[in-house]
């Protein structure tokens, strides 16, 4: 049997696998447990970031510790998504006996298939093959959102989505993603940037392709949301005729989008390709077009000082006084990334209060305490 353990944070990633794969999906580590002793389990799958590296090291440590009292090699445990991606060797010090890097879908029924005909594999990093055509995985879990753009041409130095996607984008057909939805539900979409679809390069807006998705989707029966969760869109990407889309297609509260910093000085350290007042004008077309916008920011960049963190404040203030939310997070520096092995530089109390606040207030919501305490900054 082939299992794979799902956590809230990789059902994503575990939906375009199972489909292809089959086997059984694990909610609790008990199970898994049980099904070894019994011997049942070939092959277990982990897809995490590194966020839960700790967690999922200790399960399989306990895993690897009763292979060795049975002094079996099974269950082959394979591991892929962020972390393993980013960081492969960690990944095997943990214990896992291969490591996918990238994308999963035409590599891993391959490395499956020879495992099950008891062949060995030349290595245990094995780069995933990158899907061409999204179109040819259509078989998706239908409770999930449908995956329309995979992969970013940005170069966001924090970002680990173009480590595991590549800078090329591919976009899901039209007539594949009307095929892939439940038409009788509602329709929420994956993609890096949702107001890049059908665009080549992913750099620039494609108004015709993007009008005529939304409309074919606005024929199910279910409510249509674009540009918010789990999706977003990039601040330059909003524009008069791409917000108009949404206003007139889409059931949409809010449109979600990244500043990070309010810091033009620190948008190009961090390689965002946008600037300041490209945030500014999404902001204003929201309250044009009637949508709450609910804007990302990171605290604590490496080389952040307080002119910068100023300037984050007052764009956050600026956000707030035009009746949107932010949703703030504490720089993390994931592997992978250009930012991996740097420090975040710790916020000063008034930033802190601030925060604090207005998050009690229901203004600012995100995980930034919670990152800030489990890197234990002072
Ligand atoms: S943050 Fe968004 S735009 Fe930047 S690289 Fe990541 S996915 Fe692309």
Redesign the pocket.
Same mark, same amino acid.
Do not use: L, M, S, V
């Given at each position: 049997m082939i299992g794979f353990k799902l956590t809230p944070k990789n059902r994503y990633s575990v939906s375009k696998l199972y489909p292809i794969i089959g086997g059984k999906l694990f909610k609790n580590f008990n199970e898994i447990m049980e099904h070894i002793k019994n011997g049942k389990l070939n092959i277990l799958i982990y897809s995490f970031t590194s966020l839960q590296r700790d967690k999922i090291a200790k399960e399989i440590e306990i895993i690897n510790k009763i292979k060795k009292e049975k002094k079996s090699t099974h269950p082959i445990l394979i591991a892929g998504g962020p972390h393993p991606s980013g960081a492969p060797n960690d990944t095997l010090k943990i214990g896992f006996d291969y490591v996918i890097v990238g994308e999963g879908e035409i590599t891993l029924p391959k490395i499956i298939s020879k495992l099950n005909q008891n062949k060995e594999l030349n290595n245990k990093i094995i780069m995933g093959e990158p899907i061409n055509d999204l179109d040819e995985f259509d078989k998706i879990n239908p409770m999930t959102p449908v995956e329309i753009t995979r992969g970013?041409p940005?170069?966001?130095g924090f970002?680990q989505? /173009?480590q595991i996607f590549g800078n090329k984008v591919r976009h899901r057909s039209i007539d594949n993603i009307l095929k892939s939805i439940n038409p009788n539900s509602d329709v929420r979409l994956i993609t /890096?940037?949702a107001f890049c679809y059908g665009s080549e390069t992913g750099t620039k807006p494609n108004i015709e392709k993007l009008e005529l998705l939304l409309k074919k989707l606005r024929e199910g029966k279910g409510k249509l949301f674009f540009g918010t969760f789990p999706s977003e869109v !990039?601040p330059e990407f909003i524009q008069k005729d791409t917000i108009e889309l949404v206003a007139k297609y889409c059931h949409n509260k809010y449109l979600h989008f990244?500043a990070q910093s309010g810091s033009d000085e620190m948008l190009k350290l961090i390689r !965002?390709g946008h600037t300041v007042n490209d945030v500014l004008n999404g902001v204003d077309l929201c309250k044009d077009y009637n949508l709450i916008p609910k804007v990302d920011f990171i605290f604590g960049f490496p080389n952040e000082n307080e002119f910068h963190r100023k300037e984050s404040m007052e764009l956050l203030n600026y956000i707030i006084k035009k009746g949107g939310k932010v949703h703030a997070h504490y720089f993390m520096p994931l592997v992978g990334t250009n930012f991996e092995g740097s420090s975040p530089t710790p916020l000063d109390k008034k930033t802190l209060k601030t925060l604090g606040q207005l998050s009690q207030k229901g203004l600012v919501s995100g995980s930034w305490s919670y990152q800030r305490d489990v890197q234990n900054i002072q």
């Open positions: 970013c940005h170069k966001c970002c989505t /173009p /890096p940037n !990039r990244g !965002r």
